[in-house]
């Protein structure tokens, strides 16, 4: 009786193993593999259920207003803060009783300032920011009681909080005072900058899913090219003599591999750009004068590997996607070598990676669909919200006391919205 | 106009230190009269003579004077002297790694620097031969797991049928189609059948397969080619017949693809063929204008022919269900007085309506006694016996109407039908190579082709064989060849070439 026991947990055990080898052996055949960032497997997490949002009401003037002057807000690639919006609204995360929220939202639209050519000015950005702060603080008591240690913002310009496009002045402007407890929401990413503050959660630049969903090729096309890149690489008006402009790289890789018949690359904008990367097995990524580019969104959802040319940048989701594992980083100094990193890859490495750009729930996450889809960006944006929870005793103040310098900053932004 | 253009952008540098505002170009010292102190006119002319050194040197000279002069030894070397490297020193890390010169409160110091920073070129900037071999051989793997995941699992063996005979061209043809067939990654067998006849020609075919690395199966024909256009097809159609007979006899397994050997075909139809159950067809666009470009005007073509499709294409017609309705054919009215007649012909080349690279069939349609073999195809011991004439695949067939349509339904162009052949008496040497080379090489002052056709339908045009106008084989055209004989005249003594 006790032999027989003994027997059958014997083959329990043995059975468990080779189920466990078998289905390892199945995922090493399949087309994608799983992705375990550093927070672990939580792409696919739900958010639903894990924390409470809730979304001040503020005047059109601060949102619906500046869109309606400007309906191109809606497709440049910095339309990830109206689209959070509206997502908010009719998410199940929303909740209209403030006093259960973890987190709050407010919905300014500060990169809706666009230029005839399409580009935001933030020089009114801070004010309107800070008109913004202003308001919640005093019709709602949520504010003053952390003094936004539980608020979030969402700030996708180029470098975030710091509200200006070139580097020097918004690294001399730092981040609004006003945000410097409140959680940010930003597209920008550099290591050791003074714009990403801890915390903060990078999201990808806004790339409008239809149109890139209509460019699909079928994916047996062979991949016949090595390295593509469309772009700039200089700035002939800003930057005319060379240097300045994404700090040389770009201009680097122009010089060394114009001549080169593995880089396809040009400042030509083709209509079969789409296409053209899902024809591509490297897709260069180099920073320009942001590091972060909508090239890294494109080169996810078509399936290319991208290659970041951009010292210290942190890219979207960090935590929950394992960047190092998908993409190849060079440094800006190694620029004049790419050809021989990139070519000196072994091509089991290769084929791992384009089968961990395989993966949906990986290309889901770079995009902000609409309506809603789980897995897309906007989860990832709560799911990071949710990583971030509960929130430290130091978030709540003690009554009467007071951390925020109200007059802080420039004098210019002092003025009123 | 370049201390201009670097000003704006420096001007928030001048934060550093607040001993530097005066060195700087366009700041205006606040303070009072400057012409009273010294200090101030040293001051001034200290910053003259900077300015004129800059202008010289082409950096803000001044700028790397104050920091080599005042800046302590603790803190980070400055950011790069706004030189350019360009073109110039192999690769020199101009961005050195100190950290930010900004004074941030809370940073540990990045590595990055904000700045102007050189363009790093490497001395050799093109590319290195033993690199792209490695890209090349990384690129044939990612197809090769594409091909894996993505395209035709269980891939079925090709059989190709080629009726070919020894000509100019006949080089040209079969080693264009020898290549492609070598590219495709499917295992295959290649049928050529040979209309050689008896003698040194029979052999030249064989030279030439000797080089193919696909495996080859040479079947020789018992007749000759003729020279009309439209003896042709039929003799053409009578030899894939005998391939299609060998694989019967032989019962060869796989995908049946006439491939002729002037056809211009993409890799993309040996992938959509294996889509085939039993017969299909594909779209074929007709490359018909292959006679001399020069003797048919643009101007000249009618208004009629300018309105049909730009390449006329021949094959499936669907209706809107995907399902097979008809078929494309050549409409050959527009043509009818200026095509050719017989080969070598100046002319343009029709085909006929439904040519016979636009079918495949399963070779199992050919076996005899093969279970599940459909009804409606006829057994292929009764076609073409007692004078029938095989047009196209479809009279292999008792109905047409199970044919299935592919490549997108038709609307995908796989492959080009095109005839191309050399002047009817054009001479060539065998494998296209003078062995041993020519000692006497006369210039043709004009061409000594005569315009007369030749003797239907028994062939060969009797041309003169003066061993003085031994001339490497060129199939000229009259204006090219009197060309040529132009320029060569500078060179060699004039010697009257009459025929």
Request: hydrophobic share 40%; net charge positive; charged share 20%.
């Amino acid at each position: 009786m006790e032999a027989k026991m003994w027997i059958l947990a014997l083959f329990l055990l043995l059975s468990l193993l080779f189920d466990g080898i078998g289905v390892r052996a199945a995922e090493l055949n399949r087309k994608t593999e799983r992705i375990s960032g550093s927070a672990g497997d939580v792409l696919e997490d739900d958010p639903v259920g894990r924390l409470k949002v809730f979304v001040y009401e503020l005047p059109s003037k601060y949102n619906k207003k500046i869109l309606q002057k400007d309906p191109r807000c809606l497709t440049h690639m910095f339309a990830a803060e109206i689209f959070m919006h509206r997502f908010l609204l009719s998410s199940p995360v929303r909740t209209l009783n403030p006093e259960e929220a973890d987190w709050f939202y407010t919905p300014v639209y500060t990169t809706c300032d666009l230029t005839p050519n399409g580009l935001p000015l933030p020089f009114k950005s801070p004010r309107m920011m800070r008109s913004a702060i202003q308001l919640i603080s005093t019709n709602w008591p949520y504010w003053n009681r952390t003094e936004g240690a539980d608020h979030f913002f969402v700030v996708p310009h180029d470098f975030g909080a710091c509200f200006h496009y070139q580097e020097e002045k918004a690294i001399e402007r730092g981040i609004l005072h006003l945000l410097k407890r409140a959680t940010l929401v930003q597209t920008f990413g550099q290591r050791n900058h003074v714009c990403l503050k801890d915390g903060s959660i990078t999201i990808p630049p806004y790339a409008p899913p239809q149109k890139m969903q209509a460019h699909l090729i079928p994916p047996d096309t062979p991949r016949s090219i090595f390295v593509y890149f469309r772009g700039l690489f200089y700035d002939v008006g800003n930057d005319p003599e060379g240097g300045y402009y994404a700090r040389g790289a770009r201009a680097s890789v122009w010089e060394n591999f114009k001549n080169n018949p593995l880089f396809d690359i040009s400042t030509e904008h083709p209509t079969t750009y789409y296409e053209d990367m899902q024809r591509a097995v490297f897709c260069l990524c180099p920073l320009g004068w942001a590091p972060w580019s909508p090239r890294l969104v494109e080169a996810v959802v078509f399936g290319c590997i991208p290659v970041v040319i951009a010292d210290d940048i942190v890219l979207p989701f960090a935590d929950a996607i394992p960047w190092e594992e998908i993409g190849v980083f060079v440094a800006e100094k190694d620029v004049p070598k790419l050809d021989a990193i990139l070519t000196s890859i072994p091509t089991e490495v290769i084929l791992r990676k384009q089968r961990l750009l395989a993966n949906p729930s990986m290309k889901q996450a770079m995009l902000f669909p609409q309506p809603a889809q789980p897995g897309d960006a906007f989860h990832q944006i709560l799911n990071g919200l949710a990583r971030k929870l509960p929130h430290d005793e130091k978030a709540f103040l003690k009554p009467g006391e007071q951390i925020l310098n109200w007059t802080a900053g420039p004098v210019g932004d002092l003025k009123p919205w | 106009m370049k201390l201009s253009a670097l000003q704006p952008i420096r001007r928030a540098n001048s934060f550093r230190s607040p001993s530097s505002a005066p060195l700087d170009g366009g700041a205006a010292p606040s303070d009072g009269p400057l012409f009273r102190s010294p200090t101030a006119i040293f001051w001034l002319l200290l910053h003259a003579i900077c300015c004129l050194v800059s202008l010289a040197l082409g950096f803000r000279f001044s700028r790397l004077l104050f920091l080599l002069l005042f800046s302590p030894s603790s803190s980070p070397s400055p950011p790069s002297p706004p030189v350019l490297l360009l073109h110039r020193r192999p690769d020199l890390p101009l961005s050195p790694h100190p950290p930010t010169p900004f004074a941030t409160p809370n940073a540990t110091g990045s590595r990055v620097v904000v700045g102007r920073h050189g363009i790093l070129v490497r001395p050799w900037p093109h590319p290195n031969p033993t690199e792209v071999m490695r890209a090349q051989r990384i690129l044939d793997c990612v197809q090769r797991e594409q091909r894996l995941q993505y395209g035709v699992k269980n891939p079925r063996p090709l059989l190709v049928v080629t009726p070919t005979y020894p000509r100019t061209f006949q080089a040209l043809h079969l080693t264009g189609l020898l290549h492609s067939l070598q590219l495709i990654p499917y295992p295959l067998t290649w049928l050529v059948v040979d209309a050689a006849g008896v003698g040194a020609a029979s052999n030249e075919t064989a030279a030439l397969l000797a080089r193919s690395r696909v495996p080859v199966l040479h079947i020789r024909f018992s007749g000759r080619m003729p020279l009309r256009w439209s003896d042709r097809h039929r003799t053409e159609a009578r030899m894939r017949l005998q391939a299609l007979r060998v694989i019967k006899e032989r019962r060869l397994e796989g995908v049946v693809v006439f491939a002729d050997d002037s056809n211009v075909h993409s890799m993309e139809l040996f992938d959509e063929i294996q889509k085939v159950k039993w017969m299909g067809a594909v779209s074929v666009g007709i490359v018909a204008h292959s006679g001399n470009p020069g003797m048919v005007a643009p101007q000249q073509l009618s208004k009629e022919e300018e309105e049909n499709s730009p390449v006329p294409v021949q094959g499936p017609a669907c209706n809107s269900s995907g399902q097979l309705a008809g078929w494309h054919t050549f409409n050959s009215l527009p043509y009818v007085n200026k095509s050719a007649t017989f080969i070598g012909d100046g002319a343009m080349v029709l085909p006929q309506k439904l040519e016979w690279a636009g079918f495949v069939l399963n070779s199992k349609l050919l076996w005899e006694e093969e279970e599940g073999k459909p009804d409606w195809v006829r057994n292929l011991d009764e076609v073409g016996v007692n004078g029938e004439e095989i047009e196209s695949p479809l009279d292999l067939l008792k109905d047409a109407s199970f044919v299935e349509p592919l490549g997108n339904c038709g609307k995908k162009v796989l492959l080009w039908w095109l005839r191309v052949e050399a002047r009817y008496d054009s001479k060539f040497p065998a494998g296209w190579v003078i062995d041993p080379p020519l000692e006497i090489i006369v210039p043709a002052k004009r061409t000594p082709w005569p315009h007369a056709p030749p003797e239907l339908p028994s062939g060969k045009v009797a041309t003169s064989q003066d061993p003085l106008e031994k001339r490497s084989s060129k199939t000229g055209r009259s204006s090219r060849s009197r060309r040529s004989s132009r320029n060569k005249r500078k060179r060699e003594p004039q010697i009257d070439t009459h025929i």
